[in-house]
């Protein structure tokens, strides 16, 4: 188990989390179709839950805008 912080959510970026040093990840609340376009996580990793996992952890992540 780990910890990661939500940095962007729908058209919002939390820049206090950018900026504590926290691990973090950009998530959405997909209730509509407009929503959509919102902040996206890239993993840069295997498709494996342990990699997914462990890729968030050492921070090989990039956001993708809206």
């Known amino acids: 188990m780990f910890d990661a912080w939500e940095i962007g959510n729908g058209r919002d970026l939390f820049d ?7 691990k973090f990840i950009a998530n959405s609340d997909f209730h509509h179709p407009e929503q959509i376009y919102s902040w996206k996580t890239l993993v ?5 839950s ?3 996992k462990e890729a ?11």
């Open 16 to 22: 206090v989390i950018g900026l504590s040093g926290y």
């Open 44 to 48: 840069q990793s295997r498709k494996s």
């Open 50 to 52: 342990a990699s997914v």
């Open 56 to 66: 968030i952890k050492r921070g090989n992540i990039a956001l993708l805008p809206l």
